[in-house]
C-alpha cells in the first residue's frame, strides 16, 4: 500500500493534522512502509566467523569476571542492519558464551527461553531447576522459559559455546520477566541428568508415572551428538537424498522443543548442497562440523566450525557442502506457525513446505 | 539483570571493545534493560475520546478522498508512549475508519489481521473474499489474514468503526505481505452474508458437509449485536455477578476467532465494576453503550460511548460503570498463550486466570 | 480370511486339538468368520412405526408405575437380527420414553451416555445434575455419561420421546456403571437452564470465567427446536442444495455433543432426496415432521412423524421426501473416528466423507 | 438397576407384551443386568503357561501348513468365561503364533490392529506394506490397522511368538475390513527397517521432509529391546521406586502407538512388586524374562517367561517378583479413554490415574 497525493487546500490539511497529532492521532494516508508487497526486514545476511568468536571469548574471559551482577559472559551477535540492536536477527538473541576454568556463571531465571548448542569442547555443566546436564561438542542443551539455570565449570580449560535466546519476541510482547536464583546449586553435577534417565530412554519410549509434564516445552533437557549423529546417518541412509535435516523435538507429545524456536540439523555430504529455501521469520545457523559454503540471499559465505550466520525473513539460502558438513539451526517457526503466517518456500523444487508442516504439529 | 562495574585496565577494556565492534558484537554485560524484574513497557494507559474521534473523522471525510492508492480514510490511535510509532500498544493498531456516503474503500488483502467494531451507524458492507457482511452498531466483523477485503457505503450517509489490527506483531516477525484487490466486488451487498449462513446457525449447530475450514480463524465473519446482547443478559442471570464477560470464538472449533487477537465484550451494571485484572500483552478497549469510568494503572479516565482506551502490558485495568455500561475489548492474548508467556493476575480476588485459560482452548 | 482344508492325519491332529482345547486355545485356521471382506453385521435394516410406539407407549402407561426400582417406563427397539439383544443396532440402544402426566422417573445415572429427541408434546423438565431442562418438540436433551438425570411431568398431559444410549458400547467395554441419585431433585423446573444461559448464548459466544468445562462431551445439554429450525433453513438457503444436514455440536470447544454418539438432523425439501451414503458403524433415525421414504440397503420404508429406523453399518440409506421432511439421526461415528475405523462412500457422488471428517474435529 | 415387581393384571400385561414383541419391542423393567453398579465382566483371570504354549505351537508346526487359505499358524486364547468366543479378554484377541523354518505366512491386510511381542527367539522378517521388521527377543512390532504383512522365516529354526489383536472391538463395532495380498513381498528381507531409519533416530530427533505420517498411529513399526531395556534400566534409576513402567509411543507425535491398544512393559527388581491396580477395560500381560508371581483379582499365578495372562476389567492385579521380573502389557486403554470411560483406581496408594493420563496424550 503506497501512500498518495490528493489534493485539498493544504492550510485545511494542515489544520486537520495539528488537531490528530494534538489527539494522538496519525492519518495512515501519510504513513508509507506499513504494508508491503513481500516482508522488508532490516536484518542482513551475515556471518560471524568462529575463529574470531572464540579468539574474542577468550579475551574476554581473561579481562571480564563473571559473578553476581554480571551474571554472563556473552557476546552478542549484532545484525549490523538492525541499527545497534544487539540481535542476530529481528527475533533473536545470538551470542557466544565464554566460562573459564573453575568459573562459575550464577543462577537465575527469566521468561525468554534459551538453548546451548556446543561446537566444542566439553565439561560445564549447566544446572536447570536442579538437573545438572553436561555440555559436550555437538550437545543442544535446553533451558526453557522461567527455569532457573546456571553453568558451572568444574574443570581447568575454558569452553565456549552458541546461546540462542526469544528475547526480541518476548521483548517485543513486553512479557519479560527475570529473577535471580539461589546460588549454589552446584555439587550437583558428575551423573547423567534425571531429565534424560525420564525421558531419554529412546525413540517413543516414555515413562508411565513420571513428572508433569511442563506445558508448551519439552520435557527432554539435553539432545546428545551420539544419537543425533546416529539418526542423521541412518536418516541419510534412508532418503537417498543429497542431504537430511532432523528436528529436535519433545519426545513425549511431539512439537517443538521451546514454544518460540525450532531446531533443526542438516548433514550435507561432500560436495552436495541443500535446496534453496525461503520462509518468513528469522533464522540462525550454526556451523557444527565441515567447511563449505553457506549461500543467504546474494551473499556467499565461507563456513567453517564455529561461524554463526544470520538468515532474515524471507530470504534464500542453501548450504553447500565442501567436505562433509553438520549444520545447526534454529528459527522462530513456531511463532509464525501458531501465528498463521508461517509461508516456505523450496526455490530448488518449487514446492512449499506442507510435509514439514505436518511434522511437526503434535497438538495441532 | 542489571549492568555492573568491574577492573580491568581501561585501555585493555576499550582495545576489546573496539575489536568486539569491529565484528558487529556487544558484550552483554555492558548492556542494561534486556532482562527486567517485570515488563517495562514505553505504552502509557492512554484514552482517546470518541466525540473527538467522530469530530475529525467528519473532517477527514471532508478533506481526503478514499480510492485506489490511498485506499482507506483511517486515523490511527498512536500511544504517546511509543515515540511517534502509529500504535495504541506495542502489538496493535487502533484506528477509527471513516467512510463518507456512496464510497468505495477499494479491496486489497494482507497478512496482517483486522476486525471491526461498531460502536454507532449501520449501513456500510465490508465484502470479504467476495462475501458481503452488513455493519451495524455492536457488530464485530472480522477480515481475517490475507482474505481480499473491501468497504462499501451505498447509503446516503457517513459511517464510523474502529479497527484493530495486529500489525505490530507481524511486523517484527518480518511477516507482512500485501496484495491490492480486485476491483468491482460490490454489488453484492444485500443478503445476509454466507458467512453466517453457514455457520451462525446456533450454539452448536454446524454444518455437515460445509466448505473447508480455514485454518486458523473463525469461519464465521460477523457476530451480530443482537446476539451479544442476548448472551450477555443470560450470563449475568446465571452467573449472579457484578459482571458478565463474553469471549468471541470460533463456533466450530472453538478457539479465538484469529490467531493473534482475543475478542471480548463485558457488560457492567450501573454502579457495578469489573475485578481489577492484569495479564501480559497489551488491550485496547472500546465503550458501546453507557458511561462511567475506567482506570488503567494509576490513571482513572471517563468513560463514553466510542472512546478508545490503551491498556499498556502488566497494567490493571477494571471499568466502573456509572449507568450499565457495555465495554468491547480486544488483546493479543492468543499470541502470550501460544508462546507460553501468558501471566494473569485478579487483584481483587488475589485469583489468576485458570478458567480463562481453560475456556480458551479449542482441542486442549 | 477363509477357513481351509489341510491333510494331517485325523487322529494326530484330534489329538493337537484336545490338548488345545485343555488348555483353553482354539486354532485359528478352524474359525470361520472372524475377518471378513466387508462388515457382515447381524442387524437387519428395521422400522418401527411412530403410531405404534406411541399407542404401546400410552399402554404401557397404563399398566406399569415408573418409581424407585423400576425407574423408566421405556420400551426398547429389538433389532430382529441382534437374536433377542434389546438393541437397535450393535452399538446403540434406540427406545421410547413415556411419562404419564404428574409423574417423576426418580434420579440416578450411569456411565452410558444418553440422549433425548422429542416428536411431539412438550412440558416434561428433565433434571441434570440439578439443572432443570424442559423438553418440548425438536428438542435435543442430553444426560451425558455419570450425570444424574430424572425426568418430571409437572402437568396432566403424557408426553413421549426418543431414548438413545450407547449402551452396547459401554457394555462391551465392561465399563457399566450404576448409581441410584438421590431423591427431590424436583422444584427446580420452571426457568431456562443454567446450561443453555452459560453456552447457548449464540454461535461462538462463550463465557470468560464460566464453570469448568467437562471432559470429553459438550457443557451445552439443551439444543432448542427454533435455532435448528433456523440454522436448517438458513444452510438450504446458502448451499443451494437439494438437502442440508446440520451436526450438533459442543458450542465451546467444537467436537461432538458426547464421545460416543454423534447427532445430525437432516431437512429434505418436497420432491428432493439425501444422497444414499454408508459408513462403518451403526445409525438410527427418528422423523420429526413430514413424510416421504427412507431407503435401507435393499427396503423401502414408509416414513411418518416418531418413526425410528435402524442402519445397520456398511448399508446403504437415503431419504426421500414427500413432503418436506426433518430427521433426526444418531450415529456411533466418533467412536469408529477416534479409533481410526470410520469409512464413508457417499454412492450418489462417489465421494468420500473428507469434509465431514473436517468438520467434526475439536483439536484435530 | 433392578428389575421389578408390579401390579396389573397379568393377562393385560401379557397382552402389552405380545403386543410388544410383535413390534420388536422389549420392555426395560423386564430386562436385568442391563446397567450394574460396577463392570460384571464374564472373562476370569487366567494363565496360559509358556512352556505348554511352545509345546502346542511345535506340535501345531508339525501336522499344520501355512500357507494361501490358512495364512496363520496361530493358536488363539481363550477366556474360558467367554463361552467358547477365541479372545482372551472381551476386548483383545491373543494368541501365539508359530512359524517354521523357510516358511512364509502369506501377505494380507485387515482393519483389526495387531501386535506382535517376542519372548525369544529371532530371525523372522514381517514385512509390513514392504518394509522388512526382523523380529528378536523383546522386540514389538506393530502391523497396524490396514497394512499388509506377511511373515518370513528365512532360517532354518522355528520362532514363536505373541499376537494381540483388537479384533473383538473391530468387530462389535462391525468394522471389519480383510483383504489378501499380493504374495512375494519376500526378498526385502535383510536391512533394518525404512521406518527406524525415518523415526528411530532417538528421543526427539524426527525427520523433516519425511514421508507423510500416518493418521491414528506411530509411524514407527519396530520397538527394539536393546532400547528398551536400557530405558527401564535408567527410568528405575531415576525414579528410586520399587519398580518401572515404560510405555511404547508414537516417537513423533507423541500417544499411543495404536489407537486401540496401549503397550507398555515393567521391571520389578528381585523381591519388588507392583503397586496393585485397577481399571476398566481388559489388559493381556506376557512374562519376558525371570519369574515370580502374577496376581489378578483372587488368584495368584506362577509367572515364567512365555506365559500370557489375562486381566478383565476392574479387576486388581500385581506383579511381585521372585527374580527380576520384565513383563510386557497390552489393554485397551485408549479405546476407554477417547471415549471418557476410564476409571482407574491404585489400590496400594489408594490414588488415581491423573499423571498417567497426562503422559498419554499427543494433542492433549
Redesign the interface.
Known amino acids: ?4 497525493q ?3 487546500a493544504d492550510h ?2 494542515d489544520g ?1 493534522y495539528a ?2 497529532a494534538e ?7 501519510e ?1 508509507s512502509g ?8 532490516r ?1 542482513i545476511p ?1 556471518r ?2 568462529g575463529r ?2 572464540r579468539e ?1 571469548g577468550r ?2 574471559g581473561d ?3 563473571v559473578d553476581r ?12 542492519g538492525l541499527g545497534g540492536a ?1 540481535y542476530a536477527v ?2 533473536l538473541w545470538a ?1 557466544v558464551q565464554h566460562l573459564r576454568g573453575n568459573e562459575v556463571a550464577p543462577a ?1 531465571r ?3 527461553s534459551a538453548l546451548r548448542f556446543v561446537v566444542e569442547g566439553e565439561g560445564v555443566w549447566t544446572v536447570v531447576d536442579g538437573d545438572p546436564l553436561h555440555m559436550g561438542a555437538g550437545d543442544l542443551i535446553l533451558t526453557p ?1 522461567w527455569t532457573f539455570h546456571e553453568h558451572h565449570n568444574p574443570g581447568d580449560r575454558p569452553m565456549i559455546w552458541l546461546d540462542v535466546l526469544d ?14 536464583g539461589p546460588d549454589g546449586q552446584d555439587g550437583r553435577t558428575g551423573s ?1 541428568s ?1 531429565s ?18 511442563p ?4 520435557p ?1 533437557l539435553a ?2 551428538w551420539a ?2 549423529d ?3 546417518a ?2 541419510l ?3 537417498g537424498s543429497r542431504y ?11 512439537g517443538d ?1 521451546m ?2 524456536m525450532r531446531c ?1 540439523i542438516s548433514r550435507v555430504p561432500a560436495g552436495m548442497a541443500t535446496d534453496t529455501l525461503r520462509q ?3 533464522r540462525v545457523l550454526c556451523v557444527l562440523h565441515g567447511s563449505g559454503e553457506i549461500r543467504i540471499g546474494a551473499r556467499r559465505f565461507a563456513a567453517e566450525p564455529g561461524d554463526i550466520f544470520a538468515v ?3 530470504t534464500p539460502w542453501a548450504v553447500h557442502a565442501g567436505t562433509e558438513i553438520d549444520v545447526f539451526s534454529t528459527s ?1 517457526a513456531p ?2 506457525e ?4 508461517m ?1 516456505t518456500q523450496n526455490l530448488t523444487t518449487g514446492g512449499n513446505g506442507g ?2 508442516a ?2 511437526t ?4
Chains 1, 2, 3, 4 share one sequence.
Do not use: K
Open positions: 500500500m503506497t501512500t498518495r490528493f489534493s485539498a485545511e490539511l486537520l488537531q490528530l489527539q494522538s492521532l496519525q492519518p495512515l494516508w504513513l506499513l504494508l508491503t508487497e513481500e516482508p522488508r526486514t536484518a551475515f560471524w566467523p574470531e568468536l574474542l579475551r574476554a579481562l571480564v569476571p551482577g554480571g551474571d554472563r559472559r556473552v557476546l552478542a551477535c549484532c545484525n549490523p544487539p529481528p527475533t551470542a537465575h527469566h521468561t525468554p522459559s528475547l526480541p519476541i518476548v521483548s517485543a510482547l513486553d512479557a519479560v520477566f527475570f529473577e535471580e547423567r534425571a534424560e534417565r525420564w525421558f531419554g530412554g529412546g525413540p517413543g519410549l516414555v515413562p508411565v508415572d513420571g513428572p508433569a509434564l506445558e508448551h516445552r519439552s527432554l539432545y546428545r544419537d543425533t546416529r539418526a542423521l541412518a536418516l541412509d534412508v532418503t537430511a535435516t532432523l528436528r529436535y523435538s519433545d519426545p513425549v507429545r511431539g522443543v514454544p518460540t533443526e518468513t521469520g528469522g532474515p525473513s524471507w522462530d511463532v509464525l501458531a501465528l498463521g503466517l509461508r510435509v514439514t505436518q511434522l504439529g503434535a497438538g495441532e
